[in-house]
Every structure is written in C-alpha cells, then in structure tokens.
C-alpha cells in the first residue's frame, strides 16, 4: 500500500510540475498546445482517481477506521478540484481559439463576398437562388417599359 500511496503523490506531484507549463501555454494561446495539455491532465486525474479508489479500498481491507480513510481521500481530492479547475482554464481557453478562428473564418466570407460584389454588382447569398431585389426590379422594370411603349401623348385641344 506504501507503494501506492508514492504513486499517487508522485501523480499529483507531477501535475503540480506541469502547471508551471500550463501558465505559458495558456498565454500563447496556441490550439495544438492546449488540446495537449488538457489530455494530460484529464489522463493523469483520471489515473489518481483510480489509484485513490485502490488504496482507499486496501486501506479499509486492512481494517483502517472509514473516518480516517474518508479524511486521506478527502485531500486528494482537493488536490483533483485544483487540477479540476486547471482543466476548466484550459478548456476555456480551447473554446475562446474555436470562437476566434470561427469569427475569422466568417470575417473572410464576408470579405470574399464583398470583393466579388464589387467586382460583380451582384449579391451572392448562400442559398444560390437569386436575389428577391432582383426579381422585383427585372418586373417593375417590365412593366414600366410596356407602360412607356403604350403611352399615348394627350393633345392640346387650342
């Protein structure tokens, strides 16, 4: 049980080395690096976890008071939250890179959209069908020229 027991701390004693890493990654906000760290630190909680529920299980299978293994698993499991909490940053941060690449993404769509405007005259929608503007124009201006060519100048009656 000892040598479980120096697993674990040698687990969290290694998240608590990474975090240092952590606080550089989460500055330079890079994707890749994120992604990384966060499956790190959910593998190796996931593996406390595990470990804690081994030695919680051995210690009460050597007859160790419940109260007395309830409060050794209640420090490691602060020590989880902590990291817990690291997961969340560094999700959030994950979630901020997605929201900013999406918005440039949507930045380039209207910037392509607007160039061929311009150079076209027409409006491209996404749906490719065209324009309702368009329609409405191509009618009115029908009908004005069939009105043109039946107009009929009034004449003076002097």
């Avoid at 890079?30 to 790190?40: D, F, H, L, M």
């Avoid at 209640?74 to 909490?85: L, P, R, S, V």
């Avoid at 999406?102 to 076209?120: A, C, D, N």
Wanted: glycine share 4%; net charge positive; aromatic share 4%.
């Amino acid at each position: 049980m000892e040598e479980f027991e120096k697993q674990l701390k040698g687990m969290t004693r290694l998240l608590e080395f990474i975090s240092e890493e952590t606080n550089e990654v989460l500055e330079k906000k890079e994707k890749e690096a994120v992604t990384r760290q966060i499956g790190v630190y959910e593998k190796k909680v996931r593996e406390i976890c595990e470990l804690k529920l081994d030695i919680q299980e051995l210690k009460l299978a050597e007859g160790q008071d419940p109260g007395e293994v309830r409060a050794w698993a209640q420090e490691t499991q602060t020590k989880i939250k902590e990291f817990d909490a690291v997961i969340a940053k560094l999700k959030d941060t994950l979630s901020e890179i997605h929201r900013k690449e999406r918005s440039g993404e949507e930045k380039l769509v209207l910037i392509s959209k607007q160039k061929l405007f311009e150079q076209t005259g027409k409006e491209i929608r996404r749906d490719k069908r065209p324009c309702p503007i368009d329609k409405c124009q191509n009618r009115v201006s029908k009908s004005k020229a069939s009105k043109i060519s039946n107009f009929k100048i009034p004449r003076n009656s002097h």
